[in-house]
């Protein structure tokens, strides 16, 4: 049985995790993830590998959801946690790099005021205001 | 601690708990737990719930609002029998849990919604006998 998931651009499976996870770190993330990776080289190196192998190597690799579709999933959850709005930004990012658009992305911020509570929600909102405004570019 | 406050705190959690409650809750008390006890009968009702800064309707108002969004469920039955005394009504109670459903999400609310319809029915259960 083959246990290697394809990865997400449908390249064949790398040997490791942790170079399937650098792929997809860099196809979702781009800089704002190997920041992320860059500020733990001094701390902790080996979370950086674990972060790789993990959420990118594993999870975000599978196939069954398109990387649309986790984005919209991840950017509601990180919203609806209200603890996380470092990983937010980085995942608002990502959202717009898969192919999200701002008005997609500002609908699943407002759904969460429902699930969550409203603080929560206006935070998402910001965060992504900030965000979008760094991509002027972008489809609304 | 005080022991003024221990007698404040357990004077104003009977007022407000009941008897039977407090009484209970004493019955089922061990070593273990005793320091817990006088911890919160010092604080939570020899301070807080003792002061009359506000009313006991609005501390019962606030206290029910924040165990429903901060997803403390297992007290809420408990909270709700406490309005028989400290004259929240089921108005006061369902405006606040308004308010969580805003500001802590609609799950929340609606769950603590369904626990206060189910002890209210009990109350009014017990009230029959």
New interface residues.
Partial sequence: MNMTPETPDGTPPSDTRLARGQRALAAIDGQAGQNVIDALDDIAPDFATYLFEFPFGDIYSRPGLSLRDRELATVAMLA?MGTAQPQLKVHLEAALNVGLSKDEITEVLMQTA???????ALNGLFAAKEIFAHHPGTAP | MSDDRITRGDATRRAVLGDAHVDRAAAGQTDLDAPFTDLITASAWGTVWASDRITRRERSMLTLALLA?TGNFEEIPMHIRATARTGASKTDVLEAFQHVA??????RANHALKLAKQTYAEMEADTDE
Avoid: H, L, Q, T
């Fill in positions: 609806a429902v699930y969550a509570g409203f603080p929560a | 969004a805003i500001y802590a999400g609609v799950p």
